[in-house]
């Protein structure tokens, strides 16, 4: 291809709303057969609420969403934002403060607030990291709303699991007709989340996935190796995504695409960026890339 021609649509990208970091980006768009797509913030908004509160046995809700959302108040986690939002609301109060916050990426948060050792987070990290076990009710309650898509977090304190914060992100309502365009492109689009199964798979059976295409409950480093795996198989990857944890995914992908409404590290770590956040652009830059590159030859 020659540079006249790949600096042309690489301006005809810029009109589409993509970013193309140089002309040669092109060529490798052309190759992809794979699209990997993270979940929140990519295919949903991103943007959380909160869905439900449920206290254990003998729980109070008000101190529930209080403590939860006092030590959320310091993580940037978009679940983080939700809870805090929402305890702030209870009679519009000033939360009490933090010592010794911890984040850890892709599992919770730990921290002292108030003279209690609460932490907030995945199940499973609840289970193997700190032993904690879900009394059956609770346990019910969060699988019944990850079968929904919506995503619970696991709150405890003093040694005991207290009860179940659950949030809800909204799919775009782009999504579905993008992943439609990858497949008339003869992409297959994966999902890859560090979110729960269940709530994966209802997401992407709403937008047309296939179950078996989707990768859940993995951690950030755990997402390059999803990509390795499908290279390793052979498959020429792009992969979009918005989050600090999806930029060395991002990178190892033949193609990184990264949401421009996500963090400039996910930027930074890609290809290509889509301005608006719209994954139909990401079709646009694929359909782009073939007809640029068919015009040159
Ligand atoms: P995603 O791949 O959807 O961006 P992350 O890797 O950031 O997800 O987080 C994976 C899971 O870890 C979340 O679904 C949640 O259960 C848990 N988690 C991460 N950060 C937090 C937090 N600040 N508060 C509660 N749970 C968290
Ligand atoms: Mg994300």
Known sequence: ATPTALMVGTGRG???GILIKGPQVLESTRRVD???LDKTGTITTGRMSLAAVHPGAGEDRTELLTLAGALEAASEH????????A??????????SVDVFTNHDGRGVTGVVDGHAVLVGRRNWLADEWSLTAPNALTAAAEEAESQGTTPVWVAWDGAVRGVIVVADTIKDTSAEAIAQFRQLGLRPVLLTGDN???ARAVAAQ???D??????????AGKVIAIKELQAHGKTVA?????????AALAQADLGLAMGTGSDVAIEASDLTLVRGDLRAAADAIRLSRSTLTTIK
């Open 14 to 16: 810029a009109q589409l």
């Open 34 to 36: 794979t699209i990997v």
């Open 78 to 85: 978009p679940i983080a934002q939700a809870i805090a939002a």
């Open 87 to 96: 305890a702030k609301n209870i009679d519009n109060r000033r939360l009490p």
């Open 197 to 199: 199964r269940r709530a």
């Open 207 to 209: 937008v047309g996935i």
């Open 211 to 220: 179950p078996d295409d989707v990768i859940a409950e993995v951690l950030p």
């Open 239 to 247: 992969m979009v995504g918005d989050g600090v944890n999806d930029a």
